[in-house]
């Protein structure tokens, strides 16, 4: 079963982008701190599209796309549920709900 570590606290992560930034490595932070050099280097790269200096999403585009993803998925759920409870008063009923015209 995969472990799931808690973040690292917004202070440490902009600790070690300073220290990135005076010129130590990810790889020489990862050896006196506790998060990899890839996880460093990711930091990096994040805080650099946050700054607008490199391409991609940034945190606040990345978290209101997860966002929509999930009210996405929540409206899908609840469209299939109303299908089907109008599948089921129909069937009920005997009668089939009129379709919107398109005349």
Do not use: C
Not at 14 to 41: C, H, N
């Amino acid at each position: 079963m995969p472990r799931h570590r808690e973040g690292y606290p917004e202070a440490f992560r902009k600790r070690m982008l300073e220290l990135v930034k005076s010129g130590r490595t990810p790889e020489q932070l990862a050896k006196d701190f506790e998060p990899t050099a890839q996880t460093i280097r990711n930091w990096v790269a994040q805080a650099e599209r946050d700054g607008g200096s490199r391409e991609g999403l940034t945190t606040d585009e990345k978290e209101e796309l997860r966002r929509l993803r999930r009210e996405v998925k929540v409206l899908r759920e609840e469209k299939d549920i109303l299908k089907k409870a109008a599948a089921w008063f129909a069937q009920e009923t005997g009668s089939v709900p009129k379709g919107s015209s398109s005349s």
